[in-house]
């Protein structure tokens, strides 16, 4: 049996705001194409799917641990005038007043490196949670999959539905002018045109709350897409009621391999045992090497100051000298005097002194580079090591119950499900048939109620009896369809042809 197709208007009030991945939905819109669309602009599954981008960042990180981290610091400063304190000592107490402000500036490069147990298995690590993100995205997707499917589904039963209701308004607008046609020939009274009336009043209103939730579906089905309301498109794939044919076994062994929740435990599962032996990185050494260079400049605001204190040492040496001169002097004998005319401040002295000063900002005087080495072993840390060792084993037992409970489930979804989908389909094929009797029976009514042998009370027990038969036959096969849906979900693929 195929499912039959309408073409869909949704009118709505509604205004949408234009999405940043906003796509066309084509005028006839197919499950498969659906499910694309939904894949690319869903956006909670957008959002779980950017979730691999991190993971691959986190893996570049891993990496990056394994290589030195390097620092580069500048710092620039300034001192005001005034004289510094040493305790109770200042520097015009040493003979150093009137000191003027100075401007300093220095860097330093470095270059560190840690190495331990953890690092080294970092990127292993982060692989491993990568898998599993992924294939936690492959769950979210296969979710994605089976909500658009339902909505689709949904959508076509409420396309059912009208087309009942319609039919049932049809039917009921027939009666009526059957009942209006006996009146005139006098065979019944003007009760049963009234109540033919009612009937045609009551479907009516079935056809326009059928339309309503026509409607409905029809939203709900462009939300799970991520579109905007008020798209006109058709439905175009057939869902055709199929006996199912499969057998356990064969579904559980496409489950083992396809089953997106399995996979994403399986996942965990690698990134546990990976998990217990970087906890295991407390017990062994790290070796640590870090290494520099540095430099500083200092330059002061102005020279006068240690102009004078060049003009200063060169009289003291000049008075020295004399002093010297006037002992040897009084010797017996003499001594010759010394030349104290070479103790002089010459203006290339005081340029000296200039040019020495020019040195903020980037005339750095270097330092000596350093390097170090340190090994860390550990001894005793409270037991820290050991707890967090044991969680982390178990983390991976959990894990592996986890997997053992999923594959139990699973076993049993897949039998419950296989068992459900052939009574839905025996069901459907028993309902179509209750449906044919139905019809037949309603055709025979109206023939009585022509000749006068039942009332119009009959008669509208006879459609109603139809209308429930039409309405079981339709909600069995979307039962049918909804529980194959369920199994495609389990198995991680699609069992329909």
Known sequence: MKIGFLTIVLATSVVAAPLSAQEEVPDRLSLERAVEIARATNPGFRQTSNDVRLSDWDVRQAYGRLFPQATANASIGWQGTGEQNFGTLTLGDLGFANQPSYYTSSYRLGLNYSLDWATILGPRQAKADRVTT????????????????????????QQEEVR???????????????????????????????????????????????????????????????????????????????????????????????????????????????GVSSARSPYLPTVSVSTGWSGFTREASSTDFQIVQAQSQVAGSIASCVNTNDLYSRLVPPLPPLDCSRFAFTDSQRQAIISQNDQFPFGFLGSPPTLSLSVSIPIFSGLSRQRNLEAARLQRDDVVEQIREQEIAMEADIAIGLANARTAYQSALLEERNRQLADRQLLLARERYQLGEITFVDLVAAQTVLAQAEVDQIRAVFAYHDVVTNLEALVGASLRN
């Open 134 to 157: 992924r294939a936690q995205i492959g769950v979210a997707e296969a979710n994605l999959v089976s909500q658009v499917t339902n909505s689709y589904l949904e959508m076509l039963r």
């Open 164 to 274: 009942i209701a319609e039919v049932q308004l049809e039917n009921s607008q027939f009666n009526l002018r059957l009942a209006q046609a006996q009146l005139e020939v006098g065979t019944v009274t003007g009760i049963d045109v009234g109540q033919a009336e009612v009937q045609v009043g009551r479907s009516e209103v079935q056809v326009l709350q059928a339309r309503n939730a026509l409607e409905t579906a029809g939203i709900r089905l462009l939300q799970q897409l991520g579109q905007s309301m008020g798209q006109e498109f058709e439905l175009s794939t057939p869902f055709v009621l199929t006996e199912p044919t499969w057998e356990v076994a064969e579904l559980h062994d496409m489950a083992l391999t396809g089953n997106p929740t399995l996979e994403a435990r399986r996942g965990a599962r690698v990134s546990a045992d990976v």
